[in-house]
């Protein structure tokens, strides 16, 4: 089971870090990610994080504003969001992928999600 939360109302440029907390059996764990979702778009991966060496990728939109890390001992992924536009809000959802399917950004290739936090940015 994924958990996210601390999405909320922000101002653009302020800052926000969301939380994703891991429970349950997910089996073996490869990496897990960030996608967002706005209202009649289609889900967009934002980033990813090897659990095993800790290597991060961005979409290149959000390189050098988001950081994504990850909590082996608490089983917790975070993403720490900075200079936020209006552009960035949409529902934030984690994702689990078990094995590496050869695509990040695409959505078949996570195999868990969780149920989403909404993070608004005003102007």
């Known amino acids: 089971q994924l958990v996210e939360s601390g999405g909320r109302l922000v101002q653009a440029g302020d800052s926000l870090t969301l939380s994703c907390k891991i429970s349950g059996s997910t089996g073996s764990r490869h990496a897990m990610a960030w996608f967002r979702q706005a209202p009649g778009t289609e889900r967009e991966w934002v980033a990813a994080?090897?659990?095993?060496?800790?290597?991060?990728y961005y979409l290149n939109g959000v390189k050098g504003r988001f950081t994504i890390s990850r909590d082996s001992a608490s089983n917790m992924v975070y993403l720490q969001m900075t200079s936020l536009e209006n552009s960035d809000s949409a529902v934030y959802f984690c994702?689990?992928?078990?094995?590496?399917?050869?695509?990040?950004?695409?959505?078949?290739?996570?195999?868990?999600w969780g149920q989403g936090t909404q993070v608004t940015v005003s102007s």
């Open positions: 994080v090897n659990w095993g060496n800790g290597a991060t």
């Open positions: 994702a689990h992928a078990s094995y590496y399917a050869g695509a990040y950004p695409l959505a078949h290739h996570w195999d868990y």
